[in-house]
Structures are given as C-alpha cells and as structure tokens.
C-alpha cells in the first residue's frame, strides 16, 4: 500500500487549507505585535530612553517571530502553487513595498544607536514606524482586494494573466480592510508594550491600545455591512470535485451579494469566528482599562484568530477568486499540488512545527522579564 493512500486527497487539501490558516495566524499574532510596536514607536516614546525601551521590547523577539512569514510563504509555494504564482505576480509592487519596509526593521535597530545625534536617531525612528505601519496595512489591502475577487485569468493551457495594477488594489474597500489590519495589529502591539514595559510608555500603549481596540471592533463591523451589501461573492454552479486534477477551469462560477455569509448559514457554529472578531478586541479594551496585562495580550490574540479565520470561513472553498474570469477563480479543490507532495509536506509539517513551537516558548521562557530604563542604559548591557 502506498503511505499517501492512507488520507485521501480531498482530506489532504483540506487539512492544509486549515495549516495555512494557522500559520497565518501565527505569523498575525506573533510578528504582528513587532508591526504594532513600531507603529507606536513614535507616539509612546516621548525621550529617546524611552523609545529604547520601546525597541527592546522587540528587540531579542521580531527574528525569530518573522519564522512564520517564511513558513507561510512556504507553504503556499508547496502546497498551493497556483495561489503563489497569482499573487506573488499580481501582489508583485505590493510584496516588494512590504519588504522594503520590513528592511528598515533590522537597519533601524543597528544603526539607530551608532550616533548621538537626535536628528539621526528621530530619522530611524521614523524609518521603524514605517517598517511597522506599511505591511500592517498592505496586508490588509491584500485580503480586501482576495474577498472582492483578483483581476488575473487563465488560458487553456493554465498560463497566468494579471490585468490590474498597483493603484488598483488601492480601492475603498481594501482600504478599509487595511486600516482594519492597522488597528488590530497596533492593538495587539500595545498589549505587548504592558506585558514587557512599565511607567509612561506602559501607560501611554495602555490609551493607545484602548483607542485602536475599539476602532477595531468598528472597522471589523463596518467590513462585514460592506460585504454584504458591496461586494459580491463566489459560488459554484458546478459540482466542484474534491478529489479531481488542480485544473480551475474544469468548474463554473457566478458573483452573488450575499453569498459570502452563505456558509455561516449552512453551518452556524462557524459564527464562533466573527463572534470571536468582535468580542477579542472588547475584551482587549477592558483588559487594557483594568491594567490586566497577560490577559489584554491573550484576548488580542483571540480577536486576530476571530478576525482572520472570519475570512477564511466565509470565503471556503475560494482561496483566491478573479474579478475578471471568476471561473479561473482558485479554490481549496482545483488548485492544490498533487496527492503525494500534500501527504510528503503533513510528514514534515508533524514533526517540525512541533519544534518550532517549543523552540520559540522557550526563547519567550529565557527572554522574558520587563525592559526598563537601567537596563537600556547599562552601558555593559547588550540593548539596541
């Protein structure tokens, strides 16, 4: 018997359907305080000591926390091809805007220091808040442009045709996605500043986070009204074949209002994720107001996976529709790699992340302890 054999392939797409959520939400709630902090980095710190305890809450962490980009990135590469031949073409000006500012993460770290000048430190202060702002708010405008649909098609032969452009992906609705993204993310970033810092930068992440909670809780509901009543959906009028060749065209789809609600209908406990979108980020502001700090932290944390796992739930099977040929569209059933490459990556994806887990809890274990002012100005110290 051959080992593929023992889980079937529509089982197998599925599963890494549910992984490559879980390392996107890893990849939010993990990297995503980094992005939060560097957002705050200008507003919380008043001095340039305090903008150091800002950094250095960071500081020992963002590294390893970047893990679950690659893994992500990865992922998509193996398990879902034809997903990362669209976007990583389409998104191609959008992903190299995100990196370029992600670079500005680890200069801004190392040379911020290098000179007394306050000019020169205020520039690499600045330079962080944009490593931090810009991918919060790119990847929300890429999730926004997913669920309206990709200007991308394909021929017979399955060769890919992207008809947008940058400044098309800007449009309101994405937009409203992405400061969506910049809310949560800055939030879960303030909650980190209390867990990790004290006195003023602490309390000044306290009122920002309790700002930026509440605005998520809106934006959140505001996306939800604007895709019911804006943005129409996917849905087969095919019946899609599970366990058939990754050929998207072998289906048809019309948009619909209304159809991206369709599987909360057809399934209710799935209303535990916008649920969970809703009531994380509530519960993250009256955790930040009653100075709850590990809690404020583990909410956030809830409201991210509710927010991102609503996309998710609302949009299976589709992964990444097309505006302009919506039977191109890409979805968990016609757009995988083969049988054996699924089974051959679970292999790896059991033994592995087991250890990425347990290596990152315990660096979190050796590194953890609050950041404060005689620690940034121990000049024998190793503080960025």
């Excluded at 995503?32 to 903008?51: H, I, K, M, Q």
Aim: with cysteine.
């Amino acid at each position: 018997m051959i080992l593929s054999d023992l889980i079937t392939y529509d089982v197998l797409r599925l599963i890494w359907w549910v992984l490559l959520g879980v390392l996107l939400i890893a990849f939010a709630i993990a990297d995503g305080f980094d992005l939060g902090v560097a957002t705050l980095l200008p507003f919380v710190g008043r001095s340039d000591v305090e903008r150091r305890v800002v950094i250095n809450t960071i500081g020992p962490v963002w590294e390893g926390n970047q893990v679950w980009l690659i893994l992500g990135g990865g992922a998509i590469f193996a398990a879902w091809p034809a997903l990362y031949a669209v976007s990583f073409s389409g998104f191609y000006l959008a992903m190299f805007a995100i990196l370029a500012a992600l670079i500005l993460r680890p200069v801004g770290f190392k040379y911020r220091s290098k000179r007394e000048s306050p000019a020169w430190r205020s520039g690499w202060d600045w330079a962080l808040f944009i490593g931090g702002f810009v991918p919060s708010l790119i990847f929300g405008v890429a999730v926004g442009n997913v669920l309206q649909g990709v200007p991308f098609r394909l021929d017979m032969d399955l060769r890919i045709f992207y008809d947008g452009s940058f400044f098309g992906l800007l449009n309101p609705y994405a937009l409203l996605c992405g400061l969506l993204s910049v809310a949560m993310l800055t939030t879960h970033g303030a909650t980190w500043l209390m867990v990790k810092a004290s006195g003023p930068v602490a309390e000044r992440a306290r009122a920002y986070g309790s700002l930026t909670a509440l605005a998520t809780v809106v934006l959140f509901i505001l996306g939800g009204v604007g895709l019911m009543v804006f943005v129409p959906g996917y849905r087969f009028t095919s019946t899609p074949d599970m366990l058939g060749p990754s050929n998207p065209l072998l289906k048809t789809v019309v948009l619909e209002r209304g159809v991206w609600f369709a599987n909360y209908a057809a399934h209710p406990w799935t209303l535990v994720a916008p649920a969970l979108g809703v009531v994380g980020p509530l519960l993250t502001f009256l955790a930040l107001r009653a100075r709850l700090e590990g809690v404020s932290f583990l909410v956030s944390a809830l409201g991210i996976f509710g927010i991102i796992a609503t996309v998710g739930v609302s949009m299976f099977p589709f992964i990444l529709p097309s505006s302009v040929d919506p039977r191109s569209s890409l979805t968990v059933w016609d757009s995988s790699s083969s049988h054996v490459t699924l089974f051959i990556m679970l292999v790896v994806a059991l033994i592995f992340l087991p250890i990425i887990f347990a290596y990152t809890a315990w660096v979190y274990r050796v590194l953890w302890g609050k950041v404060d002012t005689a620690m940034v100005t121990d000049k024998n110290g190793h503080a960025y």
